[in-house]
């Protein structure tokens, strides 16, 4: 429960137009070059796989 509580608070902290839903802000956050690879390694092997088992 205090986990909870302390996000709730971090999340409070946020900008509000960060934290809306619709038309939020466009909040830019950093990644390492080895998730930025990975994240494209991801990618390609779901775009490669047949429709039915990447969710099309």
């Known amino acids: 429960d205090k986990l909870r509580e302390q996000r709730v ?5 946020l900008d509000p ?5 619709i038309s939020p802000h466009i ?3 950093s990644i390492s070059q080895k998730l ?3 994240k494209e390694s991801l990618i390609q092997k779901i775009s490669e ?3 039915e088992q990447n969710g099309d």
């Not at 608070?9 to 902290?13: H, L």
């Not at 137009?17 to 839903?21: A, D, F, M, S, V």
């Open 27 to 29: 909040y830019h956050v």
């Open 9 to 13: 608070r971090d999340v409070e902290r």
């Open 36 to 38: 930025w690879r990975t």
């Open 49 to 51: 796989m047949p429709d």
């Open 17 to 21: 137009g960060i934290r809306r839903l």
